[in-house]
């Protein structure tokens, strides 16, 4: 019974976790829809620091889509492995690139296809390799946790980086650089998981029966997860506002996912207890899933398709005969006149200024 009862809690977060991938892909393509209707209408656009999206009923269909989605996100924590849930997101990628190609007319090249499934390939390794959350039972644990001086530093640090980047940084390059409004949003990313994660101990202490209301971090963790979630939300409209949503949306995973690994490793200690293939296994299938990434954004103006690609195969073919035959012969025969040349002018006593001539010919052909 407990043997099927496992494999039931765990089809349920799978479930869980693949839907949620679902309903935040598409809420990406929902509020990008929102906006851009905001725009035609010539309203303040949310990446010039306007708020008129809050009234357009699209944005607010695809913040639903994305609450529905992380709403099924955290319930899978509670049936599956953190494991296996987390990287997860990555399908959330191709959703999104999927859906902007039939619904924002934003095409998707092959490179960006080979990108997307890349993104995914790596997520399944990581899924297989990833490291095991040390178990936190209570409110008490997740405190000790809090103030252990490895996570105080990272957490002053993503705070310190958070604030150069929003008055400093974000004014000047902002509307130019696509990293700079997502790595905002990855890094106050971090901090929110981790508020995530101790409401969820306090949820099941609650239904415990304990008396949750009455301890400050409780509501510690609620004000830093609002705050947080308020920041992210600002900032990822302004990003899918300015710049391309299959590009946004892959970006901002792989910071994200950063982001929280790192905070992950330093606040519950993770990577002790791997072993050295589980960690290589790791490293390995975020590389991939940062070439994915790469591939979907150096390349993302070149026009190429599996068509395009045929026809330059075929006209390579067509080519291949003529190529062999006439342009060797005419190659060898090339050679064959400057050794005869070359012997001429030995003979003849002539400078070096002959190679010239030779060498001119052989660019002229």
């Known amino acids: 019974m407990g043997q099927e ?9 799978l479930a869980l976790a693949i839907s949620s991938s679902i309903f935040i892909g598409g ?34 269909a695809g913040l639903l889509s994305m609450g529905v989605g992380e709403a099924a996100n955290f319930a899978a924590y509670a049936f599956a492995p953190a494991t296996l849930v987390t990287p997860l997101g990555a399908l959330s990628v191709l959703v999104s690139a999927v859906l902007s190609s039939y619904f924002l007319s934003e095409r998707l090249n092959l490179h960006g296809k080979l990108g997307c499934v890349l993104s995914v390939l790596g997520s399944t390794t990581m899924v297989i390799h990833a490291p095991q959350e040390e178990e936190i039972n209570s409110l008490k644990d997740m405190a000790g946790k809090l103030v252990d001086p490895g996570f105080v530093v990272f957490a002053t640090f ?5 604030l150069i980047l929003i008055f400093v940084v974000g004014p000047r390059h902002g509307q130019v650089n696509i990293l700079v409004y997502i790595t905002i949003c990855s890094v106050i990313g971090a901090l929110s998981v981790s ?4 409401l ?7 239904f415990a029966g304990k008396p949750v209301f009455t301890n400050p971090l409780s509501w510690i963790l609620l004000f830093s997860l609002v705050t947080c979630v308020s920041t992210q939300i600002n900032y990822l409209n ?3 506002d300015i710049f391309n949503t299959s590009l946004v949306t892959p970006i901002y995973y792989v910071f994200f ?32 899933i940062i070439i994915g990434i790469f591939l979907l954004h150096a390349f993302k103006d070149v026009n ?4 395009s690609l045929a026809v330059s195969i075929r006209k390579e073919e067509r080519a291949l005969p003529v190529s062999n035959g006439l342009a060797t012969h005419a190659a060898y025969q090339l050679l064959d006149d400057t050794i005869v040349a070359d012997m001429e002018d030995r003979e003849a006593g002539l400078p070096f200024d002959s190679v010239s001539r030779r060498n001119g010919s052989m660019v002229s052909l």
């Open 5 to 13: 009862r496992g494999t039931y809690d765990f089809c349920i977060g």
């Open 238 to 240: 302004k990003a899918l």
């Open 257 to 288: 996912t950063t982001s929280v690994l790192t905070c992950s490793a330093i606040l519950f200690k993770e990577w002790e207890s791997m072993s050295a293939s589980d960690i290589i296994g790791t490293i390995s299938g975020f590389a991939t």
């Open 200 to 206: 969820g101990i306090t949820i099941k202490e609650l």
């Open 195 to 198: 508020c995530v994660k101790g």
């Open 27 to 60: 809420s990406f393509i929902l509020k990008k829809k929102g906006l851009l209707r905001l725009a035609r209408k010539g309203s303040m656009r949310a990446g010039q620091g306007g708020h008129a999206y809050l009234k357009e009923w699209l944005w607010w």
């Open 158 to 162: 993503v705070v310190i980086v958070a």
């Open 304 to 307: 190429i398709s599996l068509a």
